[in-house]
């Protein structure tokens, strides 16, 4: 069974300051998705990003960036640049649809100080 | 575009009674659908999964049992809440093995 394992339930940020949020999973897919999720206090669900397992090449989406690597079967969550919208709980989730849906960790919630 | 819609928002309900939460999706036709329910600190944890109209798989035992009458319509249901049903449900569909879930509003299900 798949598991994803976030090991910072909370993070504490300045605004401006750089930010990264940390997760690990565990598959026997070969091929595979892995995103990160905010859900801000409304807990409406945003996609923040994608990775394709087969893609080396890391994501990003303006101040979002990830750290894919593959082997290690790690997949962190950098933000620069935080802004006082971007506290929220941060959810990290890998799968591929069909049956498993997707997995996701228990989450961090990331706290931006003025 | 697609849209999905979970209603009602929030819900309290006495130990004992029934439930019926409902999901609906437009702009799309043939979708995965889901139910998942967060509990704190605990993350998502995957409920039910359907392929398409009565079409159901149950992740987990429990007091709750799911429903796809129609194409685009999922629905939660319980004959007897228990005090331990509480939590956040959120509907959730996918188009097949493609790249994201998308996700309702949610609902806030205190059993009381």
């Known amino acids: 069974a798949q598991t994803v394992t976030q090991s910072q339930p909370e993070m504490s940020v300045q605004e401006a300051e750089t930010v990264t949020l940390s997760c690990t999973y565990d598959t026997s897919e070969s091929d595979y998705y892995l995103f990160w999720y905010k859900q801000p206090p409304s807990r409406q669900m945003i996609l923040v990003i994608r990775?394709?397992?087969?893609?080396?090449q890391n994501a990003t989406e303006n101040r979002f960036s990830v750290n894919f690597q593959k082997a290690a079967k790690s997949f962190s969550l950098k933000i620069s640049d935080s802004q006082l919208g971007d506290a929220a709980m941060y959810f990290c989730a890998e799968g591929m649809g069909g049956a498993d849906g997707l997995t996701f960790g228990k989450g961090t919630h990331l706290i931006i100080q003025p | 575009s697609q849209t999905i819609h979970q209603w009602p928002a929030t819900l309290v309900q006495p130990v004992g009674s029934p439930l019926s939460l409902e999901c609906t999706v437009e702009g799309t036709s043939n979708p995965n659908l889901y139910w998942y329910r967060q509990a704190a600190g605990r993350g998502l944890q995957l409920l039910f999964y359907s392929v398409g109209i009565g079409q159901i798989s149950s992740e987990v035992p429990q007091n709750l049992s799911a429903s796809r009458p129609q194409d685009r319509q999922f629905i939660l249901s319980s004959k007897k809440l228990l005090l331990s049903d509480s939590g956040f449900y959120l509907c959730a569909w996918m188009q097949g093995f493609v790249t994201e879930a998308f996700f309702g509003q949610g609902t806030r299900l205190t059993v009381v």
């Open positions: 990775q394709e397992a087969y893609k080396q």
